[in-house]
């Protein structure tokens, strides 16, 4: 079974420009979920779709950060324009049921 | 506000010392409950999960957790640890109804070979 694409695994960025993710989740997942994961904490949440619909984007800053599943399928996340505090790394996760998440690779965001 | 506890932040143990990582979390009702692990420049993967059942739950790469929910906790065991043990130990809660996951800080355990 294929596991959670993402891309691009790394990214380097200027504060104030913009950054792109994409997210592929496992066939079938109809959850999909963004976190942030700085180093030394635990993920954070940004974004839960439940296929094409948003479940909660409560802690999504969405000043700067805006997200996509147009087609229940895969994501885009993207932030504009970058702050250094957004250097982190992005993971993508799907689930089938109960919360059990499977991660993707993740996405490592600096920003300078 | 629902949370979820880790206590120690880093933990150093030899090889074959034994190994147990606390979480405990604050929600009262019905609870499922994860470990994560994420080894170095790995993603995170699932190590055990606890839905329902026999409070102690044995995952993969010989790992075990109780759940205790009279102590609100689900502490992860190991017996005896090998090198390859080293990692981010993450514990993580939805409740029953809501699969959202609270997650704790982390447990960074580095094993000395």
């Known amino acids: 079974e294929a596991g959670v694409a993402q891309s691009p695994r790394y990214k380097i960025i200027e504060k104030r420009q913009s950054v792109a993710f994409w997210c592929n989740p496992i066939?079938?997942?109809?959850?999909l979920y963004w976190y942030q994961q700085i180093l030394g904490q635990g993920p954070k949440l940004l974004i839960q779709?439940?296929?094409?619909?948003?479940?909660?984007d409560s802690q999504l800053p969405k000043d700067r950060f805006s997200a996509e599943r147009l087609k229940g399928v895969d994501s885009t996340l993207k932030i504009q324009p970058a702050k250094l505090e957004d250097s982190a790394v992005y993971l993508c996760?799907?689930?089938?049921?109960?919360?059990?998440?499977?991660f993707g690779e993740g996405s490592r965001l600096t920003v300078l | 506000a629902q949370s979820v506890s880790q206590h120690n932040h880093h933990v150093i143990l030899s090889e074959a010392a034994s190994l147990e990582l606390g979480c405990n979390y604050s929600?009262?009702?019905?609870?499922?409950l994860f470990w994560y692990v994420q080894y170095p420049g790995q993603h995170l993967q699932l190590l055990l999960k606890?839905?329902?059942?026999d409070p102690l739950v044995k995952g993969i790469k010989g790992f075990e957790a109780e759940f205790i929910k009279s102590k609100f906790s689900f502490n992860l065991r190991k017996p005896s640890v090998q090198w390859s043990d080293t990692a981010e130990y993450f514990c993580?809660?939805?409740?029953?109804?809501?699969?959202?996951?609270?997650w704790g800080a982390g447990t960074k355990l580095i094993i000395k070979p």
């Open positions: 993580a809660v939805n409740e029953g109804s809501n699969y959202q996951l609270i």
């Open positions: 929600y009262g009702g019905t609870v499922n």
């Open positions: 606890y839905f329902s059942g």
């Open positions: 066939s079938g997942h109809a959850t």
């Open positions: 779709f439940q296929n094409n619909g948003v479940v909660d």
């Open positions: 996760a799907s689930s089938f049921s109960r919360g059990e998440l499977f």
